[in-house]
């Protein structure tokens, strides 16, 4: 389906983490594989402050920026060299936000700064929260957009730092810790909780438009939701870990001591990939081995001329809901998914019906990764035509 095309998309510079508002993880500037054999190391700087495994470099005015526990470093890009450094006492919590000449960071020490980009100049901070600060900043709007630790999600003017507005208000209860990075589209805003729900606020009064059903995983934080068309995608954690209690938690003893059906790889100690791994390939796995027949792409102008496809058949009916919750049987465990598909209006959530027995299927996304944390988010690049945000990818 044709995708909505945004301005944010054509810029060359990775000013943001996810490189637009939409967070689609994709600019117009290409690297050629054809040239791999060329490419080498141009220079290296150590760096003696952490960085943060979810942190993304940013780029702009000649220089990269790097979120550290001791500050934000602006490094020249030719050369590496500093060009300068803002300190912090507590470290940041996660990428910069560079647009208009500055930059925008939340820190650990309740504070939200901007920077110019180009002296590492204070220009402003906002020092009213009641928490730190481990989302990256959206800046849409004039309004630098971010929600805190302390469950409120803040709405700064983007020359001055004054709140706009916050997301409940100073008199309503906070929401969970909100860990998860928004993104924009369309005058509405999207973020998730770890409250496990997901949320659309109105960009300019912050009235809230949508409040999601409560969301499966273990909790939503690190990344953030992508903007694909009329949906909004969000990456859960898997939810359910060794000697979790009986449930739909458990993993371990979830069979019951006669069942036929059993997971084999018990001993690997890798239980929350590796059961899912011998529900979709049971009886047996052989490595290696493709999730599902193999054929030529059936016409479809996403894809390049000769694209193979893989049915993904097995996936969807792992992620069906019959209505009944069974664990002796190797299919239909939609609690397990992690890759959340919201309607972007409305906050419903996504379903198919490819085999056509009337019963929701979720999307064919399974968990790889870590054995814990949450899903990287997928990336959307443009199709063969080059209209951009026209395909979603993300690992399986």
Do not use: C
């Amino acid at each position: 389906m044709p995708q909505p095309l945004y301005a944010q998309d054509n810029l060359p510079n990775w000013h943001m983490a996810g490189a637009n508002p939409q967070r689609t993880s994709w600019v117009a500037a290409e690297v050629n594989p054809q040239q791999a054999d060329s490419f080498g190391v141009l220079w290296y700087r150590p760096i003696e402050a952490y960085i943060g495994q979810h942190v993304q470099l940013t780029t702009g005015y000649g220089n990269i920026y790097v979120a550290t526990a001791r500050g934000l470093y602006a490094l020249n890009a030719n050369t590496g060299e500093v060009t300068w450094r803002y300190d912090t006492e507590l470290p940041l919590g996660h990428s910069p936000t560079v647009v208009d000449g500055m930059a925008f960071v939340g820190g650990l020490d309740r504070r939200v700064y901007a920077l110019d980009a180009q002296t590492g100049q204070l220009r402003w901070q906002f020092e009213g929260a009641q928490a730190g600060f481990t989302t990256s900043p959206l800046v849409v709007e004039g309004m630098v957009l971010l929600g805190g630790r302390d469950g409120y999600f803040y709405a700064l003017d983007q020359q001055k730092g004054q709140p706009r507005w916050q997301y409940p208000s100073a008199a309503q209860p906070p929401l969970g810790p909100i860990l998860y990075s928004a993104a924009y589209a369309d005058g509405l805003v999207y973020f998730a909780a770890n409250d496990n729900h997901a949320y659309a606020l109105d960009v300019a009064t912050g009235a809230l438009h949508w409040r999601s059903q409560l969301l499966p995983g273990d909790g939503y934080q690190a990344w953030w939701p992508v903007i694909y068309g009329n949906m909004v995608v969000f990456s859960g954690a898997v939810g359910y870990r060794n000697r979790a209690d009986v449930g739909s938690n458990a993993v371990a003893d979830v069979m019951p001591a006669d069942s036929v059906y059993q997971v084999t790889d018990i001993g690997l100690n890798d239980f929350i990939y590796g059961i899912q791994r011998d529900d979709l390939f049971y009886p047996g796995f052989k490595e290696p081995q493709l999730l599902g027949e193999q054929r030529a792409a059936s016409n479809n102008p996403a894809w390049p001329d000769g694209a193979i496809e893989v049915d993904a058949g097995r996936a969807t009916e792992y992620w069906e809901d019959d209505g009944a919750i069974r664990f002796d049987r190797p299919t239909n465990k939609p609690w397990r998914r992690t890759t959340i598909m919201l309607d972007a209006v409305t906050g419903a959530e996504i379903t198919l019906d490819t085999d056509g027995d009337g019963n929701p299927e979720y999307a064919p996304f399974l968990s790889v990764g870590t054995k814990s944390g949450n899903q990287y988010p997928p990336l959307l690049m443009p199709d063969q035509s080059s209209t951009p945000n026209q395909v979603l990818y993300k690992l399986n």
